[in-house]
């Protein structure tokens, strides 16, 4: 997809790029920057009631942004989900705080009540944002026992760290681009491209986001030295999820608002 041009900018970018948290800023600002894009009249209207002078874009990293606060840590683990190796999500045991699945479901919920009062509805259309985001790191449904592979330790170049950082920020940020110059270069997407990308349901999406982790636990040893060629080899994955994911997003919120 950014192939070609991701070649012409990785070398001179990678020795310089700074590293932020949770599936990047950038990513989730670019997710969420495409599905401003896709939204209906009707949905823009609501959403732009709700927010008023923020957008999809700015509230898209509240979620983490809130995590250092006390009386948000009882969110913590809306962020992810774990399910058992060959077991289906209605399967498995669930997390009593809650996990990505239910919370994307509570806030489907809050926004599509008429009991639910402006400020709840304007909580949770921030954390859904941040957590359809969430959803497309395929990592975010990773295992549980390594913490979805914050506890799979690699290198990047020189660097120690570990593979969910890899993918949550180290690729992304290794692009070169701000989130406005990625959403950029995805380009328009067809009635057709939309409606094959937007196929299927919440669980599907789950299911296929759980596939797609054990691809990328597949991709990688313990303590390899991972550079320019794992990014090459990868990249096209990440860019598709951060696309898959917006064009989701505005999916959900177009039937949200109607």
Not at 2 to 22: C, E, G, N
Not at 54 to 74: C, G, N, P, Q
Not at 243 to 251: D, N, S, Y
Request: negative net charge; glycine residues 8%.
């Amino acid at each position: 997809m950014f192939r070609k041009a991701f070649a012409l900018v990785l070398i001179t970018t990678l020795s310089f790029s700074v590293y932020a948290d949770d599936w990047g800023q950038k990513g989730h600002r670019t997710t969420a920057a495409i599905a401003s894009t896709y939204l209906t009249g009707k949905a823009k209207k609501a959403i732009k009631e709700l927010l008023d002078d923020e957008t999809l874009v700015t509230i898209s990293t509240y979620a983490d942004e809130i995590k250092s606060y006390d009386e948000y840590r009882k969110y913590s683990s809306w962020h992810y989900v774990n399910v058992e190796p060959g077991l289906t999500y209605e399967e498995s045991d669930k997390n009593d705080y809650g996990d990505l699945v239910s919370a994307i479901r509570t806030c489907e919920e809050v926004l599509t009540s008429d009991r639910s009062s402006k400020e709840e509805k304007v909580f949770h259309l921030k954390l859904l944002v941040h957590f359809i985001g969430d959803l497309h790191q395929p990592l975010h449904l990773g295992r549980a026992e390594d913490k979805g592979g914050n506890d799979f330790q690699v290198r990047w170049f020189n660097d120690g760290t570990n593979l969910h950082s890899v993918w949550d920020t180290k690729m992304i940020e290794s692009y070169g681009m701000s989130y406005s110059e990625l959403n950029t270069n995805f380009g328009a997407i067809s009635k057709k491209k939309f409606k094959e990308l937007t196929s299927g349901e919440l669980m599907s999406w789950v299911q296929e986001g759980q596939q797609l982790a054990q691809q990328v636990y597949n991709s990688a040893d313990q303590g390899e030295k991972l550079g320019y060629r794992y990014v090459a080899d990868h990249m096209d994955l990440v860019t598709l999820q951060l696309q898959k994911g917006g064009v989701r997003l505005a999916k959900m919120l177009n039937s949200i608002f109607g």
